[in-house]
């Protein structure tokens, strides 16, 4: 089995970020990461973002609210983000608080500067196939892992696991714009084995620990790890049990060093379109 590593995919991502930076007049672009309360995923995840992208040669800042902030106050604080001319794009951790309307925000964010693809207009345009805008990074990261592995979705039996809509049904839009051929599973789903072997390409975004295995890959598969969970012994792991699909899958990504590390390189890609596109 071919390990579709992450770095890899990264690199030539990095080599599509440089090019359009050196067209690119006045300052760096900026990231603005808004994040409420100390959630550990959610600084973890800005810590790699921010390390990705400063590797790039790109600017973060971090805007930290308390997780106890009104929801007057922090749209307040969004509103001077988003109106930033030095601030290019955001990423807003999620799900924020309860008592703050994460619809209003959605609702908020300049779709120009909504780089992971949560305002209704992104969303929209995932949905009409249309490429102007921006999709979420991880779904975006699927795709770009397989083509920049030179592996061929038109046509393709694609089975997805997982619908939400920040990877699932954003990326099952994304495959049919490249025209595969896709299902989407769900905890409804009956016989989820048997439609995952039928899979040319597993995309695995369920949020369940080693969950699929080799009963659910088919002979030369190429699976996809959108998975990122915590085992039983603290052990970072995806969806896919990875030692056990060695002898059917022909190809799959890792994790760690998969979907995860070319979701912050898309954000970079995504920050430096942002820029190029309006200033
Ligand atoms: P959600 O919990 O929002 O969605 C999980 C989906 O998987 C749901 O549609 C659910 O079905 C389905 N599902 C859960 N269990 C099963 C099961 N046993 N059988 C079939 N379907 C199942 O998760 P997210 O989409 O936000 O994230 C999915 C995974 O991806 C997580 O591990 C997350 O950490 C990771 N992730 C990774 C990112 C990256 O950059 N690599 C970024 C974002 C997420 P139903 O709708 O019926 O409940």
């Not at 990705?52 to 600017?59: A, I, M, Q, V, Y």
């Not at 703050?100 to 925000?105: A, F, G, T, W």
Request: aromatic share 4%; charged share 25%; with cysteine.
């Amino acid at each position: 089995m071919i390990v579709l590593k992450g770095a890899e995919v990264s690199a030539k991502i990095k080599d599509e970020v440089q090019t359009m930076l050196n067209r690119l007049d006045g300052p760096v672009p900026r990231l603005a990461i808004v994040r409420v309360g100390k959630n550990p995923d959610d600084i973890s995840y800005e810590r790699g973002a921010t390390k990705k992208l400063e590797s790039f040669g790109l600017r973060v800042s971090s805007h930290v609210y308390p997780a106890d902030i009104s929801d007057a106050a922090f749209k307040e604080a969004f509103r001077t983000v988003n109106e930033d001319k030095d601030v290019d794009g955001i990423l807003l951790l999620r799900p924020l608080p309860k008592q703050v309307c994460e619809k209003d925000i959605e609702e908020m964010i300049l779709p120009e500067k909504d780089l992971d693809g949560i305002s209704p207009t992104n969303i929209a345009k995932v949905f009409a196939g249309d490429t102007s805008g921006f999709a979420p990074c991880t779904a975006e990261a699927v795709i770009e892992a397989l083509k920049q592995n030179q592996i061929e979705i038109t046509g393709k039996r694609v089975v997805i696991v997982g619908r939400s809509m920040v990877v699932g049904k954003p990326l099952s839009m994304l495959m049919l714009k490249e025209n595969a051929t896709v299902t989407v599973c769900h905890t409804r789903t009956k016989d989820l084995k048997g439609t995952c072997r039928g899979a040319e390409i597993l995309v695995a975004a369920a949020g369940r620990a080693r969950m699929l295995n080799q009963e659910y890959t088919g002979k030369g598969a190429i699976v996809v790890d959108v998975g990122i969970n915590v085992d039983e012994n603290g052990t970072l792991c995806g969806d896919v049990d990875f030692e056990s699909i060695q002898e059917t899958a022909a190809m799959a990504t890792p994790v760690p060093g998969g979907i995860g590390t070319v979701t912050t390189a898309v954000l970079a890609k995504h920050l430096v379109q942002a820029a190029c596109k309006n200033r």
